[in-house]
């Protein structure tokens, strides 16, 4: 093609693109259906992620379509949702946003996966004024600004491993120890996510008076750990935490199995994601693994049913899922806070909306939600799951606990 | 920081640890970083993306343990097919920029460092893979000391892979006709080598030599698409400090920077392990800068 017919082409192909996104300014409600809008990761590197929260938006609204709409007045609404993808780059995510609220006239949004893109888009859905239902931004600092549109269905990040913290308090307890007693090793990365981790693990331990013998960080581009492993080793701690993304779970698992690091209770995030079931067998025994969602829990509601009966569904819905990610289940949660939303404030007006989400106290399969004044949701709990003989188990609240915890480890004696 | 170092003195039996894991992976770091000084030396390419054909070489260890078959044969399959990679990355890109100047071949083989990264990434996904030997795990010395045998195994292999390269270099037609292009490629033409074929041929047999250290590295660490440059900067250190000319400075360096990254991440904490090797990196050319002699450097 010549130059000259490329740039013509461009500028026809452009201005055909441009009438076919111009639809009318104000999209919030076209015909009796309610648009939400979220820029998501369909591609780069959190799409993995990003697919799975997109799949539980989209069952979510499936669901509620099919069992009527959402009823605002005496009218019945259909749910949809309008996607760009934001290529994981939380610059991009932003100006997406701004695209959907002011071209796309968008009121009501979906958050995007991660903390970054959250943290990206918050200020903008800050400034326009429209409230954000997310569920895959799970950074303590999102609810430090005083953001007032901004609601987050998931546990904060300082809650990850905190737990792991009072299962051990409460372990030293009944064998007759002080929880002072308790001796801690740290291991955690250098970036906003797992510090925050951190800060949950230490405000507990020091809440308990329990001792850290070692507060390693880690890189970003971790792949050995042995020397942090050896000094673990060497202090003999009665408790070992990590949390470095899955990299740092992988790291760990393998080379806790090399070292034969015998601690007697080892708790880390990203076990999941890191597949160190799959990849390292009967030696991943005993750890701890926090999780926002299980389909093992006996949270319930009225539109999936049973955290289990979303599993199935969700299964039956998407090929190619041998277990259904929380990330996935959050997503599906957040639409249901929408629904419950748009009905209790019996409107459409975005501010009477996000007053209804504010005063949202509602159970779903998922668990409990009610949002506090930061807008972070403070009635779930994480719960921890212990993998036991390769399954997950919930071991911690004991209020969900399904099966006792192996204390101490077998692994590694 | 002061703790650590305290420990040590507490309990030497950690020197040991840390001496025996230094050493193992240092031997691995040791290969690919003769690997660059081959193609430094010879076609004067500082290959960027040394660390990625590196991390290449280990998502083909990983992509054989997952068709069932143990990743050690790896060891077979790496080095063949990163050969073959290298062939034609150096007819489709090196081989027009190897007579330009430094910066030229830097740019080059950094877009080279980036396209392999983003291709793992979209083929294997970012998440870290690993490949399992499930070699037996020994305690010595009472158990606080702990050595895999994949690490000896590996150890033992670098060792023959080097001893295979360097006895290639000296005996066979091709090692002779590289080392002489090393000397000077001008003479080496007048003298009927065709140094084209000699860059490509030690430009693959570096990424082969990439390749196999990827292999034995997947089954000691872990790695993901974005690993690749950590490789490279430790090779570049090693080749700085050692020359190219040197092979037991290589070695040594290798060994030494396994070692000291050890200590490092001991000491400092996990956090400063890889700031042990950048900073060592500084060190080594304020050093050189010092010591610059203009002896021509030469591949034996």
Known sequence: MKPLGFLRATAIGLGALSLAASGPANAKVEGDTIILGSAISLTGKYSTNGIHAQNGYELAVKKINEMGGVKVGDKNYKLKVVYYDDESTPARGAQLAERLI??????????????????????????????????????????????????????????????????????????????????????????????????????????????????????????????????????????????????????????????????????????ESAGIVDKFGAATNDILCPTQWAETLSYEDGYFGTAADYDELFKATFDGYKTVPYQAAQASAAVLVWKDAFERANSLDKDKVRDAIAATDMSTFYGQIRFSDQGNNIAKPMVLRQIQDGQYNVVAPSKWASHPVNYPRVAGQ | MLDNLNLLVLAPLLNVQLLLDGLFIGAIFALAAYGLALVWGVMNVKNLAQGDFVIMGGYIAYSTGELGIHPIFALIFAPVIMFGFGWAIYRLVISRVVDRDLFTSLLATFGIAIVIQQGLNLIYGSDVVTAQSGFAIRSILGGLVTVSDIRVVSFVLCAVLALGVVTFMKKSRMGQAIRATAQ???????????????????????????????????????????????????????????????LPGVIVAGLGLGVAEQYGGFVLGAEFQQVTVVGMLLLVLMWRQVQQSRVRQVVR
């Not at chain 2, 430009?203 to 440059?229: D, E, K, Y």
């Open chain 2, 184 to 246: 000077d490629p001008r003479a080496a033409r007048v003298m009927g080598i065709n140094t084209d074929r000699v860059y490509a041929f030690t430009f693959s047999l570096n990424a082969a030599i990439c390749g196999a250290a990827g292999v034995l590295i997947t089954m000691i660490w872990v790695i993901q698409p974005f690993f690749g440059i950590t490789h490279s900067i430790r090779s570049f250190v090693i080749v700085t400090a050692a020359g190219f000319g040197n």
């Open chain 1, 102 to 271: 002011k071209q796309d006239g968008v009121q009501y949004m979906l958050g995007p996966y991660s903390s970054g893109l959250t943290k990206a888009i918050a200020p903008v859905t800050e400034k326009y004024q429209i409230p954000m239902i997310e569920a895959e931004g799970a950074s303590r600092s999102l609810f430090t600004q005083g953001y007032k549109y901004l609601f987050a269905v998931l546990s904060t990040s300082e809650q990850y491993l905190a737990s792991s913290i009072s299962l051990a308090a409460e372990i030293a307890e009944k064998n007759g120890k002080k929880p002072a007693d308790v001796r801690i090793a740290m291991a955690f990365e250098n970036d906003p996510f797992s510090l925050d981790v951190r800060a949950g693990v230490v405000d507990d331990a020091s809440k308990y008076g329990m001792q850290i013998v070692v507060d390693d960080k880690l890189p970003r581009d971790l792949s050995d750990m042995s020397a942090t492993l050896t000094k673990v080793k060497a202090l003999k701690p009665d408790l070992l935490v990590v949390s470095g993304h899955s990299k740092g779970a992988a790291t760990a698992a393998r080379q806790i199995e090399e070292m034969r690091i015998a601690t007697p209770m080892i708790a880390m995030t990203h076990c």
